[in-house]
């Protein structure tokens, strides 16, 4: 089968032969990097990258919740590793609970994320009894609303424990 250029185009099955090939001198195609969060880029992309780790690392405060959760270090790591691949993304939209977000928003609240809503998400992991088809996702959508609903969460604990405490509305 001989190669189609733009001057002379035959009808041909689409299946049979190549059709205008782009004639570089690297035409490999099926790379791909599997390290998807550092780039062999040695300049910025690995400053950028250090210097996330760190700021999430401080934020959630990960070696006190290492000694909170001895046997749950490789879920801390699991997390850990979501939010910064989540705050490096580069895509304009991230879909969190069938619903695109703005990257930039995303990232402001995963950077804000704490300690206290790590704790908080990974309770509501441990107390979930259905069965979670889909782990990245569900985290995902864990901590992007654990800052809107820990409170609420936790507020329904106590009315649920304490029934006595609860003030109703009169």
Do not use: W
Request: glycine content about 4%.
């Amino acid at each position: 089968m001989e190669n189609q250029t733009s001057g002379g185009l035959e009808n041909k099955p689409f299946e049979v032969g190549k059709i205008n090939p782009n004639n570089t001198k690297k035409n490999d195609t099926e790379y791909s990097n599997p390290d998807l969060i550092v780039s062999e880029d040695t300049g910025s992309g690995l400053d950028e990258y250090n210097a996330y780790a760190n700021i999430i690392r401080e934020n959630m405060e990960i070696d006190i919740l290492y000694q909170q959760y001895p046997y749950d270090k490789e879920l801390l790591d699991g997390i850990y590793d979501l939010i910064l691949e989540t705050v490096l993304c580069k895509s304009g939209n991230v879909i969190i609970a069938s619903n695109e977000y703005p990257v930039q928003l995303v990232k402001s609240k995963f950077l804000k994320l704490n300690s206290s809503h790590i704790q908080y998400v990974m309770d509501c992991l441990k107390e979930t009894t259905s069965k979670v088809r889909n782990i990245k996702k569900y985290l995902l959508a864990a901590l992007f609303n654990a800052p809107s609903t820990m409170k609420s969460y936790y507020q329904a604990e106590v009315n649920h424990d304490m029934p006595q405490f609860v003030v109703r509305a009169i």
